[in-house]
């Protein structure tokens, strides 16, 4: 269900796999449920992309955490900058297919996936393009 989240948000915004510069993962700091994103989200963008996670420096603010991740998402597509996970110390091997950022790192994003992934399979997954002039 999280790849589909991601390909139906990539379909509505009429992009493909490669368009994708960054995810912001839901990642809650769980064994399963980050090993089972991170395996999603290689195989929705079919490669090692930057993946981090803001519940590091947020917490998980449940019903709130979709809104404030995405507003500093969108500062990250200003600031052409990837903000890391807080705190990220070892790294499950099974995490290790996707990019996963561990240093703020100056990057050229145009088009980036967020992801919100539930308890129950309630799962969305939101494209965004930055807007040029």
């Known amino acids: 269900?999280?790849?589909?989240?991601?390909?139906?948000?990539?379909?509505?915004?009429?992009?493909?796999?490669?368009?994708?510069?960054?995810?912001?993962?839901?990642?809650?700091?769980?064994?399963?449920?980050?090993?089972?994103?991170a395996a999603a989200i290689s195989t929705a963008v079919d490669r090692?992309?930057?993946?981090?996670?803001?519940?590091?420096?947020?917490?998980h603010t449940?019903?709130?955490?979709?809104?404030?991740?995405?507003?500093?998402?969108?500062?990250?597509?200003?600031?052409?900058e990837i903000i890391p996970t807080r705190n990220l110390g070892s790294i499950d091997p099974r995490c290790a297919v996707v990019d996963l950022v561990g240093e703020k790192r100056v990057a050229n994003l145009e088009t980036v996936l967020k992801n919100n992934f539930a308890l129950g399979g309630v799962n969305t997954s939101l494209a965004i393009r930055r807007r040029t002039l």
């Open 62 to 80: 449940l019903g709130a955490a979709g809104a404030l991740e995405l507003i500093v998402l969108l500062e990250m597509l200003e600031r052409q």
């Open 48 to 59: 090692a992309i930057p993946v981090s996670s803001l519940k590091g420096h947020l917490g």
């Open 1 to 37: 269900m999280m790849i589909r989240a991601m390909e139906l948000a990539m379909g509505e915004g009429g992009l493909v796999a490669g368009d994708i510069d960054y995810v912001n993962a839901h990642a809650t700091g769980t064994e399963q449920g980050d090993i089972a994103e």
